[in-house]
Structures are given as structure tokens and as C-alpha cells.
């Protein structure tokens, strides 16, 4: 019975890990060096990780406050934000960036606003920051939301009793429990945001330095010189691969750092 | 047990569902098909062409590709099953015609480029000499055909205008497009003030207005077409390419815009 299900999967696993395992298995040590000194690589991570930090900065400092209420409203208006939040999860990144284009473009809603005061969005740095915060933002949203749900209501009671105030409640009870489930999503929402590609490519556009993310690199480095393109998708790869390894263990090794350090 | 069955019911189900998919390519007696791939540019033209050889052989199917010529020419490096080629450029149609991919190729088209702007035309660009007065303006990228030649048309502009204003234009660039028509899009859409495109792609479109570059500095595109060395077809693809180079395709690439190849 077992193997038989195993027999099944197997084709399913094997697809899924087989496109990782090409990337790091095909290139030479030659073509690694050969892809990392294209032109367009350093400029490309360089803008990747910038962006990407600002979005998730962006999506922390708004995001858990939003968690928090929509773990602890019951109203149905927050049910009602808790399905918008999570529309981006469902809509197609290319559909997000042509109503990105919709909203912040030209002839979109806020266009002829922001252009009377000096603002353009599309083809720059922000555009793609925004759209990066829009298909990242629902991930940390909806872990830090259950994270908090988690939180015993009646320890937030006892703490306030104590004499906590309400934010310091917060700070000192409820963020500690919930903080490795806002460290989950903060992770999975950091790679989904620098890996973007469609909502970012349609709005921002591509121009090295300014907009050309690792992902847009790696589809205009395809087109001339396949090296650097299989050298940065080896390196998002591997953030990937890290970062899942990181959450896979970090909750054991907090805990095993605690218990060394013994009753503080 | 039961499950298991089910499932292995269903996977053989999506697999058949998937086989189904193949490209039907020589299985059919009656129709055969012929697979093109073309230069984004050229898509309008050879849409046209493609039904007037439908019209002409009844039975055989033209199925088209567009895409930027150097995207097109990484798919067939990697293997994609096609009978034709048309390039935007001699760089991408030469390298594949290095490697064995493509028997030969010969000249059948000319094309230039034109700034286009949008209708409303915000940044007032009346001629090429107003293009640093864009906010905004969108290019090809460096490997697409149509990027290739307006660098070329920079050097030009460079010898005539000065680095100045070349820097200047430069400096306008927001967005660097893997085709043509998205370089286009951008204007049509009303994002760029201004984008260099073939002048076949401004007067294929009422959405954007057309800005004539001087032929002293304009540049000429040369577009070449080619058969595919592992075509299973060699003597419809040469009946396709005849036809493309006959006066029929010549007065249906003119109508679009096209210069014809000889002189």
C-alpha cells in the first residue's frame, strides 16, 4: 500500500525537484564566473535586495497592525479585509500589474493627481516597490493574523491586571508568542516579493538599475547570454532553499537557545 | 486499494488529456501545416500573408509564432519544431544559419524606424530634434532587432546632433522592451511620451502619432527570411517563402508599411 502511493507521488516529487536540481547541476564553474561578471547581474541584485528589504520593511510596519485587528475584531467588516487582503494570493501577478497600471498609470485613477504634483509612478523604483508589496503583503498578513489568533486572550487580560498598559500588553505578551509565526511570514513574504516578476514587469518595466529585478534580469539575460540567467536563478534558488531550511529548524534551535541560556 | 486505483485513473487520464495536446503536425492526410516563426514587426503583414496562402493552398494550415527575432531565435536553438523563420534582423538569422539550424536565407523586406507619440502627444514632439523633451521614452533592448538599430540610429544622431543631445535622449529612456509592439504598448497606452518603433508598427496603429526621423539619420532594417534545416515539409516551407518574395507578398508587405528588399 505504502509503496504503491509512492509510486504515484514519485512523479510529482521528482517535478517539482528536478528544475532545482538542473540549475545547480548543469552549469560549469566557468559559466557561474562567466554569468556573474554580466553586466547585468550586480546591477539587478543589487536593486533586488533593495527593493525587497523596503517592501517587506513596508508590509511589517503596516501589515502587523492589521494582523492584529483581524485576529482580535470579531465584526464583519473585518472578515470583509480579511478576503481583500488576500485577493492578491488569487489574482494573476500580470492582471495585478495592469490594474496597478490602472490606478498609478497616466490615464489611471490617481494618474492625472500624482502627475499635478510632480509624481510619476510607473518605470520607477517605487513602482516596483508597490507592486511588490501588493502580492507579498497577503502572506504576512494572513501568518501573522493566525499567529495571533493564537494568543491567549486571557493572558493579554492578566498581563493588562498586572498593570501592562495596552501596547505594552502587546509589546511584552503578545508579540513574543506570536513572533516566530510573524518571522514565518515575513520569510515567505520577503521571497514571494523578490521573486515577482509579472505585476512588476507590466508596471515598472525593465530598465537596468532602476526597475530590472533579479527575475526580470534572468528573462532579459535568456534572450543574450543564458550563463548570467542560469547564475541568478541559481542564487534565488538557493536564497529559496535556505530560507525554507531556516524556518524548518529555527523554531528548534529558539528553543534550544532558550534552554541553554537557561531560566532568564 | 480502492484509491489507489482511482488515482492511477486519473493521472493516466490527465496524461491522455496532455498526449492530446501534441502539436497534430503530420497527423492528419488531408491538411498539412506549416509552422512560421516571424519577427513581432512583421505581424500584422504576415497575418495577411498567412490567409492569402490558406486561400491559395486549401489544404494547409499556417500556424504563426511573433515574438522579439532574438527570443524566436532562442527557441529554435533549443529545439521548437518549425519550418520558417523571418528575422528583423541579419544578426539573429545569420548565428542560426551558423549553427546548421537554418539552411540559407534571402532578403524580402526593408523597414525603418519612427518615433511615435502619443495622440495627445504631452511632451509636444514635433520632430526627432523635440525627443529630449519626453519625460519618458521607451526602447527596444540591446538583443531585440529593433533595439539593435535605434542604437545604430544614436551613433547617427551622435555624428549630426552632438553627444549632447544623444545623452540627453538617453537619459529619457524609462523602459527597454523584449518587442517591438511592447514598445509600442507603452505609448499606446499613454505611459511614454515617446518610443522608437519600425515605421510599419506607426502607421499600423491609430492609437499613437507618428514622428518622421530624417533619413539622414534613420537607419534601414533588412529583413531576411529562411528554412528551417529539420523541416519535414522542405517543398511547402519553399512555397511559403516564394510566395512571402512574390509580387503578391511584396504588395501585401507594402501595403503594411513595408519597403521592398531590391532597390
Known amino acids: 500500500m505504502m509503496s504503491r502511493t509512492a509510486y504515484l507521488a514519485a512523479p510529482l516529487v521528482m517535478v517539482l525537484l528536478l528544475p532545482v536540481v538542473g540549475l545547480f547541476v548543469s552549469p560549469s564553474a566557468a559559466d557561474v564566473v562567466a554569468g556573474a561578471n554580466h553586466p547585468l547581474f550586480a546591477p539587478a541584485l543589487w536593486l533586488s535586495l533593495r527593493t525587497s528589504v523596503l517592501s517587506l520593511g513596508l508590509i511589517v510596519v503596516m501589515g502587523t497592525p492589521l494582523a492584529w485587528w483581524l485576529a482580535n475584531s470579531s465584526s464583519p467588516s473585518a472578515r470583509v479585509v480579511e478576503l481583500v487582503v488576500n485577493l492578491p494570493i488569487v489574482i494573476p501577478p500580470a492582471v495585478i ?54 494568543v491567549d486572550d486571557e493572558l493579554m487580560v492578566v498581563a493588562r491586571t498586572l498593570g501592562e498598559s495596552g501596547p505594552g500588553a502587546f509589546l511584552r505578551v503578545a508579540l513574543p508568542i506570536a513572533l516566530p509565526g510573524l518571522i514565518a511570514g515575513a520569510s515567505i513574504a520577503w521571497a514571494r516579493g523578490l521573486g515577482e516578476f509579472g505585476a512588476t514587469l507590466l508596471f515598472a518595466g525593465n530598465m537596468t538599475g532602476e526597475t530590472q529585478t533579479m527575475p526580470i534580469a534572468i528573462y532579459t539575460a535568456l534572450e543574450s547570454d543564458v550563463r548570467a540567467a542560469v547564475v541568478m536563478s541559481m542564487l534565488l534558488a538557493a536564497v529559496g532553499v535556505l530560507l525554507l531550511v531556516a524556518l524548518r529548524f529555527a523554531p528548534a534551535a529558539w528553543k534550544w537557545t532558550r534552554d541553554l541560556g537557561g531560566p532568564s | 486499494m480502492g484509491m489507489t486505483r482511482t488515482y492511477a485513473i486519473l493521472l493516466m487520464g490527465a496524461l491522455l488529456v496532455f498526449a492530446g495536446c ?7 492526410e488531408q491538411t498539412s501545416r506549416l509552422t512560421v516563426y516571424a519577427a513581432s514587426s ?58 546548421g539550424i537554418i539552411v ?44 539593435r538599430y535605434t542604437r545604430q540610429m544614436f551613433e547617427h544622431a551622435r555624428a549630426q546632433l552632438g553627444d549632447e543631445f544623444v545623452q540627453m535622449v538617453r537619459d529619457r529612456v524609462v523602459s527597454k522592451e523584449s ?3 511592447l514598445v509600442r504598448a ?27 526621423v530624417p533619413s539622414s539619420i534613420n537607419v534601414s532594417a533588412r529583413y531576411p527570411i529562411g528554412l528551417i534545416t529539420a523541416t519535414e515539409q522542405p517543398e511547402l516551407a519553399r512555397t511559403f517563402v516564394d510566395y512571402v518574395r512574390s509580387a503578391r507578398g511584396a504588395e501585401v508587405l507594402q501595403r503594411h508599411g513595408f519597403l521592398s528588399e531590391a532597390p
Not at chain 1, 121 to 150: D, M, Y
Open chain 1, 97 to 150: 500589474g495592469v490594474g496597478l497600471l490602472q490606478v498609478f498609470g497616466r490615464r489611471g485613477l490617481l494618474g492625472p493627481w500624482l502627475e499635478s504634483v510632480g509624481l510619476s509612478v510607473p518605470f520607477s523604483s517605487a513602482a516596483v516597490v508597490i507592486a511588490q508589496v501588493v502580492v507579498a503583503a497577503p502572506f504576512f498578513v494572513q501568518a501573522s493574523a493566525n499567529a495571533f489568533r493564537k
Open chain 2, 22 to 28: 501534441e502539436d497534430p503536425r503530420g497527423s492528419g
Open chain 2, 42 to 99: 512583421l505581424t500584422d503583414a504576415f497575418r495577411e500573408i498567412e490567409s492569402g496562402f490558406e486561400a491559395a493552398h486549401p489544404d494547409v494550415e499556417v500556424a504563426t509564432n511573433f515574438a522579439g527575432s532574438q527570443v524566436l531565435r532562442l527557441q529554435l536553438k533549443q529545439g521548437a519544431s518549425a519550418d520558417i523563420f523571418a528575422s528583423a534582423n541579419l544578426q539573429h538569422m545569420t548565428a542560426l544559419v551558423d549553427s
Open chain 2, 104 to 147: 540559407s536565407s534571402e532578403m524580402f523586406a526593408r523597414n525603418e524606424l519612427a518615433v511615435v507619440v502619443p495622440e495627445d502627444n504631452p511632451a509636444r514632439i514635433k520632430s526627432f530634434q523635440d525627443l529630449p523633451r519626453a519625460d519618458s521614452l521607451v526602447i527596444g533592448t540591446d538583443d531585440v532587432p529593433v533595439g
Open chain 2, 179 to 181: 518587442n517591438v509592439r
Open chain 2, 186 to 212: 507603452k505609448v499606446a497606452m499613454g505611459e511614454a511620451d515617446a518610443a522608437i518603433v519600425y515605421r510599419t508598427d506607426a502607421v499600423s496603429s491609430d492609437r499613437v502619432k507618428t514622428v518622421d
